[in-house]
């Protein structure tokens, strides 16, 4: 899987999380959770998810792995899907 598809990933579990809570900041996701599912390293994941964070498309909202989408994210997933 490339890095590409993995931010996509982090990216769309963020939108489906917000969109299920129905709010942009309390849709948080358990970035973790996608490791698991895509059978992927911690590090492949954290890598993408700080490079997601870094261009604010997420944002970490706990220290356990907690992430949520910002508006700029919301944008970008419509964009692209």
Request: hydrophobic share 40%.
């Amino acid at each position: 899987m490339t890095d590409n598809e993995i931010r996509n990933a982090i990216l769309e579990a963020a939108y489906n999380s917000a969109k299920e809570a129905g709010g942009v900041k309390i849709g948080i996701f358990i970035v973790y959770k996608i490791s698991k599912l895509l059978e992927l390293e911690k590090k492949r994941i954290d890598f993408n998810a700080d490079y997601l964070d870094g261009k604010g498309l997420v944002e970490w909202s706990t220290s356990g792995g907690g992430m949520v989408i910002t508006v700029e994210g919301i944008d970008e997933y419509e964009r692209t899907h």
